[in-house]
């Protein structure tokens, strides 16, 4: 593992790049990159965490937008414009609320990465950033979910060319823990 802590983008730290798979702590909304995603309500319309924040940042152009896409189901996933956003696309996914681990919440939370990645590699998106989908406000273990990411992201890059880049934004220092510990179970 190749730890580079440079300095990418304002407010945005480097952790960690692995072949494809890249560690951010910082706002995902500043990301330079071809589409970020947006861990969303099934709504669409907006909410708190990242999917507010991303609203915020887009502008209301995006709320109208997403005003047609008639919501989305859990474990599915919509694109839009990206709007005021550096990132020209957005991809919103619905992460399952955490209700024990019982109730199907690991194959939900694998298919809002897998389907993301398959709107990118279908938008021929070179550079796709996540957020810990499903761990804020929705309670999804962080450890738990860190691994379901990074083995989503792995397999799948494994069996296609694009996206070229997947970076892994963690908003916190204990997010990006979470994160590197699941990248070293699977090197």
């Not at 937008?65 to 996914?93: D, F, V, W």
């Not at 609320?97 to 939900?108: A, F, H, P, R, T």
């Not at 550079?127 to 979910?145: K, L, N, Q, V, W």
């Amino acid at each position: 593992m190749k730890n580079q802590n440079t300095r990418v983008e304002e407010g945005i730290r480097m952790e960690l790049n692995i072949d494809r798979i890249r560690i951010f702590e910082g706002d995902i909304v500043k990301m330079r990159v071809d589409a970020i995603v947006n861990a969303a309500n099934n709504t669409l319309l907006g909410g708190g965490g990242v999917d507010g924040a991303i609203h915020r940042a887009a502008g209301p152009a995006l709320l109208e937008e997403c005003k047609t896409l008639n919501g989305c189901p859990t474990g599915e996933a919509k694109i839009t414009s990206g709007y005021l956003l550096p990132a020209k696309y957005i991809i919103h996914t619905v992460g399952p609320v955490w209700q024990g681990g019982e109730k199907g919440e690991d194959e939900l939370l694998a298919s809002c990465y897998r389907k993301s990645l398959e709107l990118a590699r279908d938008y021929k998106i070179k550079t796709i950033a996540f957020p810990a989908i499903s761990t804020g406000a929705y309670g999804f273990p962080s450890e738990r979910a860190a691994g379901i990411a990074v083995s989503q992201v792995k397999e799948f890059l494994q069996k296609n060319e694009i996206p070229e880049t997947v970076y892994l934004v963690c908003y916190n220092k204990d997010s990006c823990k979470s994160i590197k510990k699941a990248l070293s179970k699977i090197l």
